[in-house]
């Protein structure tokens, strides 16, 4: 059992527009509901690459594609 929740992960996203140069910019902020560590990112693919690099670290050789 607590195998099972060592694979589960939770986030906050926290979205909000701010204005540069009369350009609307899009900033996000991750809140780990676990840990309560947040990261800020500029891009929805700096998101992206986040969470990816996360679930990558979390994957066991072999573990990937299973359920």
């Known amino acids: 059992m607590s195998d ?3 694979r ?3 986030y ?8 540069s140069s009369n350009k609307i910019v899009w900033w996000a902020s991750l809140e780990n509901s676990q840990t309560g560590e947040r990261q800020g990112f500029a891009s929805l693919d700096a ?3 986040y969470l ?3 679930t990558d670290a979390e994957t066991e050789p072999g573990e ?4």
């Open 52 to 54: 990816r690099q996360q």
């Open 64 to 67: 990937r594609g299973k359920e």
């Open 8 to 10: 589960y992960v939770s």
């Open 12 to 19: 906050l996203l926290r979205l909000w527009q701010t204005t």
């Open 4 to 6: 099972e929740r060592d």
């Open 47 to 49: 998101i992206s690459n």
